[in-house]
């Protein structure tokens, strides 16, 4: 009979067990995807309509977000204070240094409000990972990369009809250029393809499978941590607690520098959409 899986509830349960340590007779609770499974909270999972954590933290961090620029531009000021001036440094650095580098200022103006919206929400999703008591990133759900990415290719699409029209579509997503010579029907159908599947997959799965597993490490040394913390395990509870630590602020670093690279790829499919042809 196959046993159920175990939810990430059930997982942090087990970790804070007093009882469970080495040599205790309680095997290592590893984790896995059952880790990144959680009851709901309202509603029912097998009728597909529920509520649970990551919904949540997607929920506050929405909010988290509009909150804090929405008051550090109600009232913006010439000379600015502590909040306006952190809003505004992060808002510069997505406009000028991604959104400028990559479209120009004349082109990429209008879509700045897009692309900091969208850094600044994965951004968030990716912080809950080290934020006590969330503790979760969200985007280790392959769900909410994917819906982001649908969005940009959307754009991607449209803009690229809007600006060519059908027959600059097609050359634009199949690279044609007749300078190729023969290869050019095999290079067409390459391209096709990864501009219209491959392209939005990894988008997705870029941002996904990081999330995913720095998650895991995370769960990993600190379980282990709490694990050995028994007997002669102890001096290996202390080099893996390090760990935990040091993979952290490891974390820190990456969940900023792929908000950063989702963006700058988003910037660049804009590009693209909007480059002439040749």
Not at 153 to 163: A, I, M
Not at 245 to 257: D, H, R, S
Request: with cysteine; proline share 5%.
């Amino acid at each position: 009979m196959k046993e159920p899986a175990v939810s990430a509830d059930s997982m942090q349960t087990l970790a804070s067990d007093a009882s469970c340590h080495l040599f205790t007779g309680c095997g290592f609770p590893a984790p896995g995807l059952h880790s990144f499974l959680f009851k709901p909270i309202w509603g029912n999972a097998n009728s597909n309509v529920y509520f649970d954590k990551p919904m949540l933290l997607a929920l506050l961090g929405s909010i988290i977000i509009v909150g804090f620029f929405w008051t550090a531009f109600r009232k913006p000021k010439v000379v600015p204070g502590k909040l306006q001036m952190v809003a505004e440094a992060g808002y510069d650095f997505v406009r000028r240094g991604v959104v400028y580098e990559t479209l120009g200022k004349k082109e990429g103006e209008k879509y700045v409000p897009l692309v900091v919206s969208i850094f600044f929400f994965v951004w968030m999703m990716n912080l809950w990972a080290i934020i006590p008591v969330a503790q979760f990133p969200v985007t280790s759900i392959i769900a909410y990369p994917i819906g982001l990415a649908l969005i940009v290719y959307v754009l991607w699409v449209s803009l690229t009809f809007k600006r060519h029209g059908f027959v600059g579509f097609f050359k634009n997503v199949t690279g044609y250029d007749k300078s190729l010579g023969p290869v050019l029907p095999l290079a067409m159908v390459i391209e096709f393809f990864s501009n219209l599947i491959v392209r939005p997959f990894t988008h997705a799965v870029r941002l996904f499978a990081n999330m995913f597993a720095g998650h895991t490490l995370l769960l990993l040394f600190t379980i282990a941590s709490w694990y050995l913390l028994n007997g002669i395990g102890i001096a290996y509870a202390g080099v893996s607690f390090v760990m935990t630590i040091v993979m952290t602020a490891f974390e820190l670093f990456i969940q900023a520098l792929q908000a950063y690279v989702f963006v700058l790829l988003t910037c660049a499919y804009i590009q693209g959409a909007l480059a002439e042809h040749h």
